[in-house]
């Protein structure tokens, strides 16, 4: 996984590793992370402000001086811990979410020092009525307004995780927002758009062999390691640029607005 902020970039992967670019990728710089867990998930929120998180949803951290250091954000233990951290987004360096396992929200407002409980994702263990849906993705666009994605349905809210609305959306399992208007939701299903902030989305355009919850499925994009990040990223681009539009299209839009996953 890979996010840009103003021309820096960090990229994460296998057993911990985590890397940093400041010339657009040419050159990479490892970062110590302290965890050797798997990373799945990083957020250039500004660049000296990132968050990773892997580990089965076990290990969260965050870096406030350009991951020259790593702290750890509400997860006590990496190890088989009892609500994992299923997703993250931070919307500044203070105001952020956490979506668990269970479909409980939590929101800080002091750049994850504390937490509180916001109202559960309808549908889901955590929620009131209960339920078996399962979270996969969450994305804010200001500090009280962000959409949610699990197997039950896509959610959004407008008051900061106090209320959540039921819209209507082919499913997916990963949101991709270009700005605070248009958005992408893709998945197995293919890719599907919304040009009003996640209000509502067009139908599902299927992509050739899908688009995985974890990247895109031709090129396995989230394959990062140590040496491999660029051959991977280069993989990546080749196959998608011989391949189906669609998938081209997205991964271009990633790119363009600095963040590939």
Not at 192 to 209: H, N, Q, Y
């Amino acid at each position: 996984a890979m996010s840009f902020a103003d021309g820096r970039g960090f990229a994460v992967g296998d057993a911990g590793t985590a890397l940093r670019t400041d010339d657009g990728g040419a050159t990479w710089t490892g970062l110590v992370t302290g965890t050797t867990a798997g990373l799945t998930r990083v957020q250039a929120v500004t660049p000296d402000v990132v968050t990773i998180l892997g580990g089965s949803g076990c290990a969260f951290r965050r870096s406030t001086d350009g991951g020259k250091t790593f702290t750890r954000v509400y997860v006590v233990t990496e190890q088989n811990c009892p609500n994992p951290v299923e997703a993250a987004f931070f919307v500044s360096p203070e105001v952020g979410y956490l979506l668990l396992e269970d479909g409980s929200v939590l929101r800080t407002a002091d750049g994850g020092d504390t937490f509180s409980k916001k109202t559960a994702i309808p549908g889901t263990p955590s929620s009131t009525g209960g339920g078996g849906a399962t979270p996969s993705d969450a994305w804010f666009t200001t500090p009280d307004t962000g959409v949610v994605e699990t197997t039950g349905g896509t959610f959004r809210t407008t008051d900061a995780g106090v209320s959540w609305k039921p819209i209507t959306s082919p499913g997916g399992t990963r949101f991709l927002f270009v700005d605070s208007n248009v958005a992408y939701l893709y998945g197995s299903q293919g890719v599907t758009r919304s040009a009003d902030g996640g209000v509502t989305w067009a139908p599902a355009i299927p992509v050739a062999g899908g688009v995985a919850a974890t990247g895109f499925a031709p090129a396995n994009c989230h394959a990062y390691q140590h040496q491999a990040v660029l051959a991977v990223m280069q993989e990546c681009v080749k196959r998608a640029r011989g391949g189906d539009g669609v998938l081209h299209r997205l991964l271009r839009i990633q790119a363009d607005q600095g963040y590939a996953d």
